[in-house]
């Protein structure tokens, strides 16, 4: 951050930390299973520096600087953009706890899958991460509160995996993948002195943006709440 206060009116500027290394995507057994999950190449990181300040209610403004678009090919100028700041106060995988006290995977890891009849080629935890309140019993296992915090959401991303996604037998590669990436993307954490509680000290984006067209607005970045951009003072 330069200088004291935030000077928006002379906007941001950014600069491309090509040297910073994402240890999650140097991992051979991380990678081997992004593609199996069909998720090599569709989960990215990249690293800049900025010379301002940055508050969550400036998001917009910090979005719309020319430089950030670096970090995903933009085809098309951007009509608009749509921000959403992602809670990352749950840092543990204990957020998982209850889905292994639920029926959703056995005491060994291994998950359950759905009767056939109903539910073809489908597991229970895919229906934890898909289905809404109504469809699923086990819906309520995470509350909705925790469904919106980041660490939920990679897990949810991983989980459901791309188009030609080979699904896990057992949950526990996509805890130890979670846990990994959230542990390399995250960044500082600090304790609350009153409450306790270790949340992540950078902020977390849910990024969707916009350009025209003959019919109206189409979103052109994120498909089922999948990108995100972090955020902080380096």
């Not at 209850?98 to 056995?106: A, D, F, K, R, T």
Request: net charge positive.
């Amino acid at each position: 951050m330069a200088g004291e206060g935030c000077e928006f009116e002379k906007g941001y500027t950014f600069s491309s930390l090509q040297s910073k290394k994402f240890t999650f995507l140097q991992n051979k057994e991380t990678l081997s299973l992004l593609m199996k999950w069909s998720m090599l190449g569709r989960l990215s990181a990249l690293a800049f520096s900025f010379d301002q300040c940055f508050s969550p209610y400036n998001s917009k403004s910090f979005l719309k600087k020319v430089e950030t678009r670096a970090w995903v090919p933009l085809v098309k100028p951007i009509e608009s953009i749509k921000v959403e700041v992602v809670p990352c106060s749950k840092v543990s995988i204990d957020l998982f706890d209850p889905i292994y006290s639920s029926g959703i995977v056995m005491p060994s890891g291994h998950i359950v899958n759905c009767f056939h009849e109903i539910y073809p080629d489908y597991d229970k935890l895919r229906q934890v991460c898909m289905l809404n309140d109504e469809e699923s019993e086990h819906f309520p296992v995470i509350s909705q509160e925790e469904r919106q915090e980041f660490l939920f959401r990679l897990f949810k991303h991983l989980c459901l995996g791309g188009e030609l996604c080979q699904n896990e037998l057992n949950i526990e590669p996509y805890i130890s993948t979670t846990k990994k990436c959230t542990k390399n993307l995250s960044g500082g954490v600090q304790k609350d002195p009153e409450t306790k509680k270790i949340s992540v000290v950078s902020t977390v984006l849910k990024v969707a943006a916009f350009v025209s067209t003959s019919i109206g607005p189409y979103r052109l970045l994120t498909q089922q709440g999948r990108s995100f951009i972090k955020a902080g003072a380096k």
